[in-house]
C-alpha cells in the first residue's frame, strides 16, 4: 500500500530532551515536508526537501532540523524542545514537479512539558 | 497581513446546497493554487489544484481563480453530509516546494 508513515504517532516529552520524528514514503517520491498545525494558525510548513541531501526551509524552521540523506526518510529533529513546539506535524511527499497530489502521513501529536 | 487568509467560518449549509468557499493571497508571483479537505482528526487531502484564471471543474467541485483581485474559490454543488469538513487553501509558486495555507474554513452541511 502507498503510504507515507510516522513514528511515533504520539509523543510527550520535556523540555530540553532532544527528540526525532520519523518519516518514511514507499511511493519513491522526490519531494518531502514537514508541517505543524496549531488551533488558529494553520498548517505551516517547517523544511521541505526536492532531492536527497537538498533541503529547504519553509515558513517556521526556527528550532528544527531535518536530513534527507535517502530518498525515503525525512526525519524531523528537535534538538531542544520547548513547549512552543507542541503542536500536531504532518509529514507529506509528493512524486515530483509532473504531479499536484501531495500525501500526508497521519500525524504526530507533540506535548513538550 | 497573512499571506493567505480564509475566514475560519463555521459556515453552515443546507444539504443539497451550493456552499461557498473563498480564500485570497498576498504574494503576486503565487502560480499554483490548491484546496485540500482535512476531516476532523485526520489528515488533508487534496481535492483541487487550479493555474490559470477561470473555472475548474471536478464532479461537484469548481475552483475559481482570479489573479487580478488575488481570489481563490471553491464551490461545492449539491452539498452532502459527507463534504463536513475543513476546507485549506494553499499557494505555492513554481520552482521550489514552499507551500503556504490558509487557516482553513470548517464547513457543516446541515441534513
Known amino acids: 500500500e502507498a503510504q507515507v508513515t510516522q513514528n511515533p504517532r504520539y509523543l510527550i516529552t520535556v523540555t530540553g530532551k532532544k527528540l526525532t520524528v520519523t518519516c518514511s514514503q514507499n511511493m519513491n517520491h522526490e519531494y518531502m515536508s514537514w508541517y505543524r498545525q496549531d488551533p488558529g494558525l494553520g498548517l505551516r510548513q517547517i523544511y521541505y526537501?526536492?532531492?536527497?541531501?537538498?533541503?529547504d526551509k519553509g515558513d517556521v524552521p526556527e528550532g528544527y532540523k531535518v536530513s534527507r540523506k535517502e530518498k525515503r526518510n525525512f526525519p524531523l529533529i528537535l534538538e531542544s524542545p520547548s513547549p512552543n513546539q507542541t503542536s500536531l506535524y504532518f509529514c507529506?511527499?509528493?512524486?515530483?514537479?509532473?504531479?499536484?497530489?501531495?500525501?500526508f502521513g497521519p500525524g504526530t501529536r507533540l506535548t513538550v512539558l | 497581513q497573512k499571506e493567505v487568509e480564509q475566514n475560519s467560518g463555521p459556515l453552515s449549509v443546507p444539504e443539497g446546497a451550493i456552499a461557498s468557499l473563498n480564500c485570497t493571497y498576498s504574494?503576486?508571483?503565487?502560480?499554483?493554487f490548491f484546496w485540500y479537505r482535512q476531516y476532523s482528526g485526520k489528515s488533508p487531502e487534496l481535492i483541487m489544484s487550479?493555474?490559470?484564471?477561470g473555472d475548474k471543474e471536478d464532479g461537484r467541485f469548481t475552483a475559481q481563480l482570479n489573479k487580478a483581485s488575488q481570489y481563490v474559490s471553491l464551490l461545492i454543488r449539491d452539498s452532502q453530509p459527507s463534504d463536513s469538513a475543513t476546507y485549506l487553501c494553499?499557494?505555492?509558486?513554481?520552482?521550489?516546494?514552499?507551500?503556504?495555507f490558509g487557516t482553513g474554513t470548517r464547513l457543516t452541511i446541515i441534513p
Open positions: 487550479i493555474y490559470s484564471n
Open positions: 504574494d503576486r508571483g503565487s502560480q499554483s
Open positions: 507529506a511527499s509528493r512524486r515530483d514537479d509532473r504531479t499536484d497530489t501531495q500525501y
Open positions: 526537501s526536492m532531492n536527497v541531501e537538498v533541503t
Open positions: 494553499a499557494v505555492k509558486n513554481f520552482g521550489n516546494e514552499k507551500l503556504t
